[in-house]
């Protein structure tokens, strides 16, 4: 796919820059040929419905999963292999860091939020006190004194996916990938940690890699989006281009499913068989 | 007759220090779609499940529950089986957590009527591959596992085994969010058209108001436990009443509302463990008054808008452009 090709002239400053991404299971084909670049700062979307190749495409950005084909750059430099040393092998690990769609799962449930900042803080920053810093990402996202001393069960759905934002800045990333991070949030605490996110990024200069099936989220976080299906890149670029002047079926597709009144199921389901 | 009647439905939970729900009214007509909206925890679920006489442990209920005109918080046992076979139908969340995977769906299908004695297996099979194809999916499926359906194909398995006993009221609660938006598209589209074949009264559970705007005629919203504004989707969502269903609007993000931050509503939903005097939105709302804070609004309508009541003391009268 042409548009899929690797881009050229792209300032070596990029925070991530991936090209040709592929990987296979079995006989499905889950990422294909997945290229794209995040500049420094930048947040870009990844769109698409299960099974089109989001996760898997970040899994192997974050380091999770491994590629069949293709290349992953964080900040210029080659994000697998290579590292030479647990110091370097924790500097690359640092670079990108992952927000999951259920923080409960990745939280220690006889942790405390404080005790797990600190924990990270001491594996990556070892020998330096830690407190201030604990206090200054607490600040961050926007958690108090009481819940910093809570285990994860004792706090709601927003406040455990704000530890896990503050755990995610404390080693300072250069990217920060979130897979459907605010999908299990209601409306009105997913808007608090959507405009959470929205400040870090301004304050910090923290590029985001934001994989999301709703196009309300992506309008208002992403400056640039890649719609994915079976596996591969079908359209890309700026978010308000996409979304206002969508050129692929697909993404139409996508956009029409939204929900909103005067909406057609019908029209949708035939549309979507059509495809 | 309307299908579902709830009146004055207070249920009061062991260890919480108010009624989860507090005084709930609503009601579906035959052939209407109506959305209950609200946030996790507002008591969407527990008021749709009492539709069913679905009650959690130690709950006690006060008010009435009319499913086609017969209180269903006063049916023994024997008569609630016989209504949850029958007139009234629930199509959960996560259809895999509903099925069992050793089970062949033909035998999922037709179970309850079979137990229940309703039909013999020979009309129950009939009617069940009738099901399938209503919500568009062949015969061939009778024979099949949980395991070999996609979700898509098994939330509209469900759809059709909730229809088995030609509900009068079928209950669908946030049956879409497990699913793709494509194939939620698909899902509803079913669903309105079974809604329009068989007459159907569907109270959708969710709390997407995109979704709510979508789909139904009329729209509750729910907040800690009350109904605090319903009318007309349209209406509700070009000129919301409530400011909490203006908050929860203006804090979606949209496709076609403004970029940048979202106006998010600070703070979270009051404790169960919290008594409550006034207004359970006063904490969070910006209009709030020391009124609000003594003393609970009732639900009211606003003059010239009679089918618009909200529980507010100072609703928002103005055009949806300045609230
Ligand atoms: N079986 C139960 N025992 C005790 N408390 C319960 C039980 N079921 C629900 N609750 C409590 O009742 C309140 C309302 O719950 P309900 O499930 O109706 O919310 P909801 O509006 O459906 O939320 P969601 O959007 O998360 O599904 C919550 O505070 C919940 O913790
Ligand atoms: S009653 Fe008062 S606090 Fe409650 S919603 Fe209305 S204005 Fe806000
Ligand atoms: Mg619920």
Not at chain 1, 52 to 66: F, N
Not at chain 1, 98 to 106: C, E, R
Not at chain 1, 245 to 267: C, F, I, K
Request: proline letters at 7%; aromatic letters at 4%.
């Amino acid at each position: 796919m042409s548009e899929a090709a690797p881009r050229t002239a792209v300032p070596d400053t990029a925070a991530l820059e991936v090209t040709g991404l592929c990987r296979t299971f079995g006989a499905v084909r889950a990422v294909d040929e997945v290229s794209f670049t995040l500049p420094a700062g930048g947040s870009l979307g990844i769109v698409g419905e299960s099974g089109s190749g989001k996760t898997t495409t970040a899994r192997i950005v974050v380091g999770l999963e491994r590629a069949d084909a293709g290349r992953v750059l964080v900040k210029g430099r080659a994000r697998a292999g290579g590292a030479r040393g647990r110091a370097e092998r924790l500097a690359r690990a640092r670079e990108v860091q992952m927000v999951f769609q259920d923080p409960y799962l990745s939280l220690d449930p006889r942790t405390s939020v404080e005790a797990a900042l600190r924990e990270t803080l001491r594996l990556h920053f070892p020998g330096a006190d830690h407190q201030a810093r604990i206090k200054e990402l607490l600040d961050q996202v926007g958690l108090g004194t009481r819940a910093a001393e809570a285990l994860p069960r004792q706090l709601s759905g927003g406040q455990r996916q704000r530890v896990a934002i503050a755990r995610a800045l404390a080693v300072q990333p250069a990217v920060l990938v979130l897979d459907e991070a605010v999908a299990a949030l209601d409306v009105s605490v997913q808007a608090q940690v959507l405009n959470l996110l929205a400040d870090i990024r301004e304050r910090t200069g923290i590029g985001y890699l934001f994989i999301t099936h709703d196009l309300g989220v992506v309008r208002c976080v992403t400056d640039e989006v890649v719609v994915m299906r079976h596996g591969r890149i079908v359209e890309a670029g700026p978010t308000a281009t996409v979304l206002d002047d969508p050129q692929h079926a697909y993404t139409r597709l996508l956009l029409e499913s939204v929900p909103r009144p005067g909406w057609d199921p019908d029209r949708i389901a035939a549309a979507r068989r059509a495809l | 007759m309307n299908a579902l009647d709830v009146r004055e439905l207070r249920l009061r939970l062991p260890g919480t220090a108010r009624p989860v729900l507090d005084g709930v009214d609503l009601t579906v007509a035959p052939g209407e779609t109506v959305a209950l909206v609200g946030e996790s925890g507002s008591g969407k679920s527990l008021t749709s499940r009492a539709a069913l006489g679905l009650l959690p442990p130690g709950a006690v209920p006060t008010g009435e529950v009319l499913v086609d005109g017969r209180d269903v918080l006063t049916m023994d046992a024997a008569r609630l089986r016989e209504l949850r076979t029958g007139r009234a139908a629930m199509v959960f969340q996560d259809p895999r957590a509903a099925v069992n995977p050793l089970r062949r769906i033909g035998d999922f299908l037709t179970e309850s009527v079979r137990l229940t004695g309703t039909m013999s297996a020979a009309d129950a099979d009939r009617r069940a591959v009738e099901l399938l194809d209503a919500v568009g999916l062949g015969p061939e499926l009778m024979r099949r596992y949980p395991g070999q359906l996609s979700g898509g194909m098994l939330q509209r398995v469900m759809i059709a085994a909730a229809l088995m006993g030609d509900p009068v009221l079928l209950l669908a609660d946030e049956p879409t969010t497990a699913l793709d938006v494509t194939s939620q598209a698909e899902v509803i589209a079913l669903l309105d058209r079974l809604r329009e074949r068989f007459g159907t009264g569907l109270l959708f559970v969710t709390h997407d108001l995109g979704l709510a705007a979508a789909i139904s005629d009329r729209v509750y919203v729910m907040y800690a436990g009350r109904i605090v504004e319903s009318g007309p989707a349209e209406a509700l969502f070009e000129g919301p009443r409530h400011p909490y269903t203006a908050a929860l609007l203006s804090s979606t993000p949209r496709l076609d509302g403004p970029t940048g931050r979202l106006a998010a509503i600070d703070g979270q939903p009051p404790d169960l463990r919290q008594e409550l005097t006034g207004c359970a939105f006063a904490a969070r709302c910006r209009y709030a008054t020391d009124l609000c804070r003594e003393e609970a609004p009732a639900l009211r309508p606003a003059p010239g808008r009679p089918g618009q009541p909200a529980a507010c003391h100072h609703p928002l009268e103005g055009s949806p452009a300045d609230v």
